[in-house]
């Protein structure tokens, strides 16, 4: 797995997951529309298009194995990886579908009814109520009953929407709308912080998060019903071995040293 990829250009210089994404396309249209780009951790690039589709690369590429008897180089380049996230993205631009700006889109903040929305108390809510089923209940929830909603795919119409939506949200919290929201067709969710994500019922039920020393992580996915993974949480957290990997790996203490210095691996004591 590379950044850039094992030829092109860029193949030998130095970037990390925002110059990647960037490179794809698929940094520019996140974020509010009057102000630059927002990265999205580093979540794209490193882990979906990089990561990810390492792993998915070598399963195909040990089937190809296991069907032809020959091995093959798995070239996943991160820039690849996140440009293949966003092909419904491009395929809706090559449709007419999607407008090349940020905020004026059905999922990227432009549509009133999909997207975050502050509330009385400072936290958040997320409503994706693209349906017309689901928006009929949304308007419910919400008790808005004024006739412009009707026109749920009137463009010009979104900006009136989404601040009359946005105005009702900051009626009441964020849990005094989970108590009302909660459990109907609406697709809603209150947007969590990691410690809170934690310690949600449906995550508890799931077993979505591990428990250890350290505090929550969490748990492999997906699941498998013939591998269940029930591993015992780790005694210590992410980055504990370190040293003991890289020296396995064949570094001197000197590199990794070197390495630990400039941040390229973390470190647990």
């Not at 590379?2 to 490179?23: C, E, F, S, V």
């Not at 995550?203 to 997906?222: C, I």
């Amino acid at each position: 797995m590379t950044g850039w990829g094992q030829d092109g250009p860029y193949g030998p210089a130095p970037g990390h997951d925002i110059n990647y994404l960037a490179l794809s396309g698929m940094l520019w249209p996140l974020g509010p529309a009057d102000r630059p780009p927002v990265p999205p951790l580093n979540l794209a690039a490193d882990f979906g298009g990089g990561g990810m589709m390492l792993a998915l690369g070598m399963v195909a590429a040990l089937y190809g194995a296991k069907s032809t008897g020959r091995g093959q180089v798995v070239d996943a380049a991160m820039v690849d990886g996140a440009a293949v996230l966003g092909t419904m993205i491009f395929g809706m631009i090559n449709a007419g579908t999607w407008k090349v700006a940020r905020e004026a889109n059905m999922l990227d903040g432009g549509a009133p009814f999909y997207g975050v929305y502050d509330t009385a108390d400072g936290k958040y809510v997320s409503i994706g109520s693209l349906e017309p089923q689901f928006y009929a209940e949304l308007l419910k929830g919400l008790n808005l009953s004024d006739p412009r909603f009707a026109k749920q795919w009137d463009k010009a119409m979104w900006p009136d929407l989404r601040e009359a939506i946005a105005a009702t949200f900051r009626s009441k919290t964020r849990d005094e709308w989970t108590a009302l929201l909660d459990g109907r067709e609406i697709c809603y969710a209150p947007v969590l912080d990691p410690r809170e994500a934690a310690t949600h019922p449906h995550n508890v039920a799931r077993g979505t998060f591990l428990e250890t020393p350290e505090g929550p992580v969490p748990r492999p996915a997906p699941r498998f019903s013939g591998t269940p993974t029930e591993a015992a949480p780790p005694a210590r957290g992410p980055g504990a071995e370190t040293r003991a990997v890289l020296a396995a790996a064949g570094l001197s203490q000197t590199e990794i040293d070197a390495a630990l210095t400039a941040g390229l691996v973390a470190e647990r004591t």
